[in-house]
């Protein structure tokens, strides 16, 4: 039996050699033994190929300084999923691993500190990781600073008055300023007021009186004089972001029937100063006790709804409030600790315009500097050589100047490099702007109730010196232009 | 009745003993022109001592019966010669006198260019001839008093009315410019019918061209004259023959015509005749701010054929003018204002000689004023919003209604956009004047006697319609109230005056005037009834020497002392009821800018006050004249003390009322398009009407308040005193050059402090809840001057001030060249004034440091520069206004315990507005010169030049109130250059 057990060993043999190439030509891309190990090592080394990215954010408002944690997100825009997050350190760099590609980077994030908050938004689409290496780009980022202590602003001041239509004069019964939120989340205040310093005009020669050795005269007492009276919110005042609210100072109905120039203020959103029912405490007379001369203060239109009425403290002498026609001082406080009527009804929190008497007549309230919100000046276009400032560097610096009795207002320039940072505003801003008073105009360019119209969200300039921050306007934004 | 009682025995007791005159004669002459000695007819011969007097005729001849024996001064004038006057010996040596009288013109000698002291009269009495009238070129004779001693050039212009007022000065109580009477021809000039204020009466639609020479009682005046407290200036205007006389005259804003003749008629009369034309404006640039009068005057004078002699005069002067500015470009569109000043004035005067052994003169005088001061206004309005025309006359609440719905409604809503309004004020003030006076002159032995007695009776009222409007329509605020409907004020007087010299030797002679005046006036339907006051008055004038040797001495002086009352004016009497409205209701306005207001009226009649005096001055005035070689010096002082005079209080009451706002409204469902209104009169509770009927009628909530009404009162102030000196110098004339020196003066000295307690100031809001508030604070002391405004409360209660004044003229007349040249210097060498804060001798205020301070030490005189608060001396509540609480403890306490009430008394406290302001006033010395010149040239033309202030003084003065050093130029104080010319024809 010998032979036939290697016989079946051969025929085995025979089978697998047989076989084999049938076994090895299934796979047809099959390498060689030395083949396969390569490609299996190489595959492994095309998901590990990261390079270093740095991402600098530069900011466009330079008092603005880099923060720690600014978040930056990076996106690949060449068919690589994946997004890539991190943030700055505090020099405002931030740096990713990231492969080969075409990454886009966004950063957008609000930032605050004591004063300010700052909205950050910046965008590189053009971001380049190649095999060379590290790469480092810079993100413009543009800020929109935004106050965050004192969002209220005074955006409009229409004190001028108009010609009639029948050329017999001026008519000036038609006052009114506009307030305004100039950031982006609402603000409620409550004992916010609205007042005039001393003295009513600025080229007035009681101004002599305010100056000792160059400095005015209250400046080290930390207080502003507001003369004769002021007006009050009697309950909380929210305003939405970016929104206004009008307050007529006089003349609340539709002017226009009488006076095509002037303004119609016969609107439920507007607020009125009207309170002929206050009567100052200290009197001579019955009459003329209140702010209720009909002529100044008409009955407000019967469409503006009674919660919308501003409440006043009466403490000087007049039958309607003496918001000058030519060049008032105007500031927005809020009174802390006390209501309105406490503060201006208490005796001794008045003083008088030194030199002159010490009576109802240049009577005035101290109102702390902490207290201001915003102060206004303007001054008399004709009479600038003589005009002298009301208002401290700090709170106010400059003025703006006013032609009156033409339907000129003082509007509030706008912010430009804030109000184009806002990323909703793109494509909706209105540049071309037209309505500026000889060479007194809005530096950026941008017609903000066009814009506004459009849906922008408009930041008005607020540097604290209105000679940069206003300019004369045309019109008043309320008659729609 | 006893004083008339009293005055008709004093009158029987002068007749009881017929004193038999000593045998006298017949005095006759012949008056002709000293150059050509042809008659002169129409001059007036007066013997001084007898008060006869007779007419001359055609023939320049004279004749008096009965005339005393005795020495007597005949005194002769005729308009256009100078006065005479000569010494006779009754009877007379000679059978008839032949009296030469030079033409009045620069050829003469004493030509006098300033106010000339009256001698003979025994009081301080000036007079102004037509020659220094012409120098001075006055055109409105208010501005007389510059020729007075002391006095001082104001430009003349017509378009300042300023009223004159003698030995007084501006911002003193009192009323001084009411209390000085002006009388033309005889006929009073009064300002009782004015309705809008207590001062004296215009003059500026008066001619002064027309005028031949006016005389000043600055002294005590005779008892004829009555209503009036601080003197008399009688103008007299020109009567009898003359030429044509043609005069023009231009300053810087002004120019006259003037045009003036004295016809001869048949049958012994004279017609004067004068027309002037008089503009001023106050702009160069604009003419149209004018002022005009156009006046005519016509005068008969003549003989009446009586018994003894007689003559009548009568006249009538007619002016229209006034202001006119419906050209003027400036106005604004159409509107104008056009004020006229419109006078008729007649006067009918007849004298009579007696000259009977009862009676020497019979005088019979009456006149009548109409005037027009009719003003228009034209002017366009405009307004956006209807405001509310209160036409309510009714106490209570009324709300306001659309003119078409309901033209008489107690408030009308007027109209919006532009139109214009036509109203007038109608002022038509008349009078009427009829007296009568009687004289006698005889002699007592060696005493001459005077006795004049008289009555008079006056009228005055105002027949205008007050101020009205054209359209009712767009009529503002405002109630009717006529001047007609006013009843008339009468005034009654009696009197009787007598009047004793005697001759002394030497020349000398002692007058003694007694006399004593009863008023009474009546004003029907005025609470205050008839009104009576007497008035006494003495002087007496002692002349030590009157030698005619070494170039004329004289010594004399005089002393006297009068009571004078001046009678209440309208506006004190009668005075109109005011209306206060206060703010009730207010709805919004519509959308047609329609908002129907309701307001609460009260109606404020003038308080009824049975206290009241009235107001009466004692004045006292003393003098000396010396003549001694050339020199005239004369000297009088003078004392006045004001009584009684009239201030203006204010009386609160309390009340409550109701405010309703639209709130109230709002919440009520009604449509605003159906929104109707109604409020009820006495409660002033509104209803709310829905008009399309879905509501039922609701009435609206309300807030009360609580409030004073004030009413006004008249009342008497404390005494004021002036007195002051008054001197003039004349020097004999240098007559190398012909110049001669006055040198005149005053001293004057006012001193008024008021201790009334009157309520003034109201402190703190009230609620029926809290019913103290609103307080009333009572102070001592005001420091008003006029009747027509209310007492207030201040820190100063008074005023004293005292000047010295020092004029000097160098007069040089050249007869030869008919040249006069006057350069007058006017110096003010001393003026003070200070205000005061005092009450009964003791200290008024305290002093503060600063001004936020309520507590310091007491207020003395020698404080300076220092601010000073008063208190009141008491205060009361709303809720029991009638007690009096004394403040200065309560205020203490109040600080330490009741913050509240402290913080409302505190505003009961008034303060001195700067701290300067009771400093005294001491101004440094200033002076200014103005120059005059008047050339005859021939006969028949005359030039007059005059140049005020024309060394255009640059000067400084120093205020030691202030302490401030201020340009004199432009101050006030002294004129500012001014220039005029006037040429004079005579034909």
New interface residues.
């Given amino acids: 039996m010998v032979i036939k057990s290697s016989f079946k060993m051969v025929l085995w043999a025979a089978l697998l050699c047989a076989a084999m190439p049938a076994m090895l030509s299934c796979k047809e891309d099959e390498k060689k033994p030395e083949e396969i190990k390569k490609v299996i090592e190489e595959e492994v080394e095309e998901e590990v190929k990261v390079y270093d990215l740095a991402l600098q954010l530069v900011y466009s408002d330079t008092s603005m300084l880099p923060y720690a944690g600014a978040p930056i997100e990076l996106r690949n825009i060449n068919g690589l999923e994946g997004i890539y997050q991190g943030a700055t350190d505090s020099t405002g760099r931030c740096v990713l691993r990231v492969p080969v590609g075409l990454y886009e980077a966004v950063t957008s994030d609000v930032h605050e500190d004591s004063v300010y908050y700052y909205i950050c938004n910046g965008i590189n689409s053009q971001i380049v990781v190649e095999e060379v290496g590290a790469a480092s780009f810079n993100i413009d980022v543009r800020v929109a600073k935004l106050n965050g202590r004192n969002p209220l602003i005074i955006k409009e001041i229409y004190n001028g008055g108009v010609m ?6 001026n ?1 000036q ?2 006052k009114s300023l506009i307030i305004y939120n100039n950031g982006a989340r609402p603000v409620s205040m409550a004992n916010l007021c609205l007042g005039m310093l001393a003295a009513y005009n600025a080229e007035a020669i009681t101004m002599n009186n305010m100056y000792s050795g160059g400095r005015l005269v209250f400046e080290d007492e930390r207080f502003l004089p507001a003369q004769n009276g002021i007006w009050y919110f009697p309950d909380t005042l929210t305003v939405e972001p970016y929104s206004q609210v009008v307050v007529v100072v006089c ?5 226009t ?3 095509s120039n ?1 303004v119609n203020y ?1 609107n439920r959103d507007y607020y009125v100063c009207y309170d ?2 206050y ?1 100052t ?7 003329a006790v209140s702010y ?1 001369n ?2 100044y203060h ?9 919660s919308h ?1 501003l409440k006043t403290v009466k403490y000087g002498q007049a039958n309607a409030w003496p918001w000058s026609v030519v060049s008032p001082a105007t500031i927005l406080f809020q009174t802390k600790g006390m209501t309105p009527k406490e503060f201006a ?3 001794g929190n ?3 315009i030194p ?5 109802p007549v240049w009577r005035c309230v101290k109102v702390p500097y902490e207290w201001v919100l915003d102060g206004v000046e303007v001054w008399n276009a004709a009479k600038i050589a003589s005009s002298q400032k009301r208002m401290p560097a700090d709170i106010d610096a400059g003025y703006v100047p006013l032609t009156n009795q033409q339907g000129h207002v003082l509007y509030r320039n706008v912010d430009k490099a804030a109000t184009e940072a806002l990323p909703e505003n793109a494509g909706k801003l209105v540049y071309g702007y037209a309505l500026g008073v000889g060479a007194s105009s809005d530096p950026s360019g941008i017609d903000a109730e066009a814009s506004m119209r459009n849906g922008a969200h408009i930041v008005f300039q607020d540097t604290n010196n209105s000679t940069n921050d206003f300019h004369e306007r045309q019109r008043c934004s309320l008659r729609g232009m | 009745m006893k004083r008339v009682e009293l005055l008709i025995i004093f009158c029987l007791v002068q007749t009881a003993p017929l004193w038999v005159k000593a045998q006298g004669g017949a005095v006759g002459g012949v008056v002709v022109e000293a150059a050509s000695q042809r008659p002169i007819e129409f001059a007036t011969v007066v013997l001084l001592e007898s008060g006869l007097w007779a007419v001359t005729d055609a023939r320049g001849a004279f004749s008096i019966a009965h005339v005393p024996a005795g020495d007597a001064t005949m005194e002769v004038r005729c308009l256009g010669y100078a006065k005479r006057v000569v010494r006779i010996r009754v009877p007379l040596d000679t059978s008839a006198l032949r009296i030469a009288m030079p033409v009045a013109d620069l050829r003469i000698d004493g030509v006098e260019v300033v106010a000339r002291r009256r001698a003979d009269e025994a009081t301080t009495s000036y007079l102004i001839d037509r020659v220094a009238l012409d120098n001075q070129q006055l055109l409105n004779l208010g501005n007389v008093v510059t020729l007075l001693p002391g006095g001082k050039t104001v430009n003349e212009t017509l378009m300042s009315d300023g009223r004159l007022s003698l030995r007084s000065e501006g911002q003193e109580k009192g009323n001084a410019s009411f209390g000085t009477a002006i009388e033309v021809d005889g006929q009073r000039v009064d300002n009782n019918a004015a309705m809008n204020e207590t001062v004296g009466a215009s003059l500026r639609n008066m001619s002064s061209a027309d005028i031949e020479s006016v005389e000043v009682v600055a002294g005590i005046p005779s008892v004829e004259h009555g209503d009036l407290s601080n003197g008399i200036v009688k103008v007299r205007t020109r009567r009898g023959k003359s030429p044509l006389i043609v005069e023009g005259k231009l300053n810087q804003h002004t120019r006259q015509v003037s045009i003036g003749k004295g016809l001869h008629l048949g049958h012994g009369g004279v017609l004067n005749v004068a027309l002037e034309r008089a503009r001023s404006f106050s702009d160069v640039a604009s003419p149209y701010t004018a002022y005009e009068r156009n006046v005519v005057s016509l005068r008969y004078s003549g003989r009446v054929p009586f018994g003894g002699g007689g003559a009548v005069s009568a006249g009538l002067t007619g002016n229209w003018g006034g202001y006119n500015s419906v050209a003027d470009p400036d106005e604004t569109l159409e509107s104008y204002t056009r004020v006229a000043d419109n006078l008729l004035r007649g006067s009918v005067e007849l004298r009579l000689l007696l000259n009977k052994p009862w009676g020497t003169n019979l005088q019979f005088k009456g006149s009548f004023s109409l005037q027009d001061k009719r003003a228009e206004y034209y002017s366009n309005a405009s307004s956006a919003s209807s405001q509310p025309y209160i036409h309510s006359v009714e106490e209570g609440y009324f709300i306001a209604q659309d003119y078409g719905a309901a033209p008489n409604a107690s408030i009308v809503l007027g109209p919006t956009g532009y139109w214009y309004v036509r109203s007038w004020n109608d002022q038509k003030p008349q009078n009427v004047a009829i007296s009568l006076k009687y004289s006698w002159n005889r002699h007592l032995g060696d005493v001459v006697s005077q006795l004049k007695a008289g009555a008079e009776y006056g009228a005055s009222g105002n027949m205008g319609r007050g101020t009205h409007y054209e359209d009712m329509r767009y009529a503002p605020t405002w109630r009717e109230f006529r001047y007609d409907a006013l009843p008339w004020m009468r005034n009654y007087a009696l009197w009787a005056e007598e009047r004793l010299q005697l001759a002394l030797a030497g020349g000398g002679s002692v007058v003694l005037t007694v006399g004593l005046r009863d008023d009474i006036t009546h004003v029907k339907g005025s609470a205050f009834g008839l009104i009576q006051t007497l008035s006494p008055r003495v002087k007496g004038r002692w002349v030590l020497w009157d030698a005619p040797a070494g170039g004329g001495r004289r010594i004399s002086l005089h002393a006297g002392w009068g009571k004078s009352v001046k009678l209440p004016s309208f506006q004190v009497l009668y005075p109109s009821p005011s209306y206060s409205d206060m703010l009730a209701f207010t709805p919004g306005s519509t959308w047609d800018n329609r908002a129907y207001y309701a307001y609460y009226t009260y109606v404020a009649q003038p308080a009824f006050n049975p206290n009241l005096r009235w107001q009466y001055t004692h004045q006292t005035d003393v003098g000396v004249e010396v003549s001694w070689g050339g020199v005239k010096v004369s000297l009088s002082g003078f004392l006045h003390k004001t009584f009684n005079h009239y201030m203006a209080v204010v009386q609160y009451s309390p009340y409550t009322y109701k405010l309703t706002g639209q709130a109230a409204i709002e919440g009520s469902g009604v449509a605003p398009a159906n929104r109707r209104y109604t409020i009820d009169q006495a409660t002033g509770v509104v209803t709310l009407h829905d008009a399309s009927g879905a509501k039922s009628p609701m009435e609206l909530s309300y807030t009360e308040r609580l409030g004073y009404n004030s009413t006004r009162r008249y009342i008497n102030g404390s005494p004021v005193v002036r007195d002051g000196l008054e001197w003039i110098a004349d020097f004999a004339q240098i007559k190398a050059i012909g110049t001669s020196l006055r040198v005149d003066g005053s001293v004057y000295r006012y001193r008024g402090v008021d201790e009334t307690l009157f309520p003034a100031n109201t402190s703190g809001v009230g609620t029926v809840d809290n019913p103290a508030y609103p307080l009333v604070g009572y102070y001592r002391g005001s420091s008003s001057t006029s009747t027509s405004t209310v007492a207030s409360a201040t820190v100063a209660n008074g005023r004293e001030a005292s000047g010295v004044n020092l004029n000097a003229t160098f007069t040089t007349h050249v007869p030869q060249m008919r040249l006069v040249l006057a350069l007058r210097l006017e110096a003010s060498l001393y003026s003070y004034s200070r205000s005061l804060t005092e009450s009964r001798g003791r200290s008024r205020g305290i002093v503060i440091d600063d001004v936020n301070g309520f507590f310091g030490p007491d207020y003395d005189r020698s404080v300076r520069n220092k601010y000073v608060a008063v208190y009141p001396e008491y205060y009361s509540t709303w809720s029991n206004p009638g007690q009096l609480i004394p403040f200065a403890e309560r205020f203490a306490w109040a600080r330490d315990n009741d913050p509240a009430l402290y913080n409302q008394l505190s505003r009961l406290v008034v303060k001195t507005g700067y701290p300067y302001v009771l400093n005294p006033d001491y101004l440094s010395a200033y002076c200014s010169a103005n120059f005059t010149v008047t050339k005859e040239v021939g006969d028949h033309v005359s030039v007059s030049f005059y140049a005020n202030n024309f060394f255009n003084n640059m000067g400084y003065v120093r205020s030691s109130q202030t302490g401030l050093r201020s340009s004199i130029f432009g101050s006030g104080h002294i004129p500012r250059f001014y220039y005029g010319l006037s040429l004079r024809l005579k034909i």
């Fill in positions: 009639k239509d029948d050329g017999s004069g008519f019964f038609d003349g609340a109905i539709d002017n029937q009488t006076c002037s016969a002929p029912d009567v405490p200290d009197v001579t007379l019955p009459s209720n009909t002529k008409p009955s407000p239109a019967d469409v503006i709804p009674t009425y009804e208490n005796t008045y003083w008088y030199g002159y008497a010490a009576g």
